[in-house]
C-alpha cells in the first residue's frame, strides 16, 4: 500500500515537473516580451516591478520543482544563475530603451555568459542533457530574445513580432528537450531513457 502510494506520488511528481518544462521558456519569453512593451510605453514603475517579480517567480517556482530531485544546491545554484540572466536581460530592455548602447553592448556579453554558465550547470545536474544540444537550445533562445528587443526598440515592429512568434515555436521544442531529459533522469532505473534529437534549425 505505502509502496503502491509512494510511486503515485512519483508520477505525479514527473508529470508536473514535465509539465512545467514544457512551458517555463513560454511563460519567460511571454513575460520578457510584456516588459519590454511596457518598458518601451513608459509604463508605471510599479508595473513594471510586478512584471520583473512575475519572471523570477517563474524561475523560483521551476526551481523549487527541481530541489525535489537534484537537491537544494544544485536548485539554488540555478536559480541564482537562471534570475541573473532574466535580469540582464531586463537590464537589456533598460539601457537600449535609455539609449546607452555602451552599456548595452557590454551587458549582452553577460547575457551570453550567464547562459553559457547554466547550460554548464544543467549537464552536471542532469547527465540526460547533453552539453552541446542544451547550449544550442539556451544560445538560440537568446539570440532571437536579443534580436526582438533589438527590433523592437529600432521600431521594426512586424520584425519585433515574427521573431516573438518564432520563439514561441521555439520555446515549445527546448521545453520538450529539458522535460524529457528530467524525466528520464527520474525514471533510468524503469527504462531506456529516450533520446531527443538536436534543436530545430532557426533561419
Known amino acids: ?29 511571454t513575460w520578457l516580451s510584456t516588459y519590454l512593451i511596457a518598458k518601451n510605453l513608459q509604463g508605471d514603475t510599479e508595473l513594471l516591478e510586478q512584471i520583473k517579480d512575475k519572471l523570477l517567480r517563474i524561475v523560483e517556482d521551476f526551481g523549487s520543482l527541481m530541489r525535489t530531485f537534484f537537491g537544494d544546491k544544485a536548485a539554488d545554484d540555478y536559480i541564482n544563475l537562471f534570475s541573473e540572466y532574466i535580469m540582464l536581460i531586463i537590464s537589456l530592455i533598460d539601457a537600449l530603451v535609455e539609449g546607452n548602447s555602451s552599456a548595452a553592448d557590454e551587458i549582452v556579453k553577460q547575457i551570453y555568459e550567464s547562459a553559457g554558465k547554466r547550460a554548464e550547470l544543467l549537464t552536471e545536474m542532469n547527465p540526460y542533457w547533453d552539453k552541446n544540444t542544451m547550449e544550442n537550445y539556451i544560445f538560440t533562445f537568446t539570440d532571437m530574445t536579443i534580436r526582438e528587443i533589438m527590433a523592437f526598440i529600432s521600431k521594426q515592429y512586424k520584425e519585433s513580432i515574427d521573431i516573438y512568434d518564432r520563439i514561441l515555436s521555439y520555446s515549445t521544442s527546448l521545453g520538450d528537450f529539458l522535460a524529457q531529459g528530467i524525466k528520464n533522469y527520474l525514471i533510468y532505473n524503469l527504462q531506456q531513457p529516450t533520446t531527443v534529437g538536436p534543436p530545430p534549425t532557426i533561419e
Do not use: H, L, P
Open 1 to 29: 500500500m505505502i509502496e503502491s502510494y509512494q510511486i503515485t506520488k512519483m508520477q505525479q511528481d514527473i508529470d508536473n515537473i514535465v509539465y512545467r518544462g514544457r512551458i517555463i521558456w513560454r511563460d519567460i519569453a
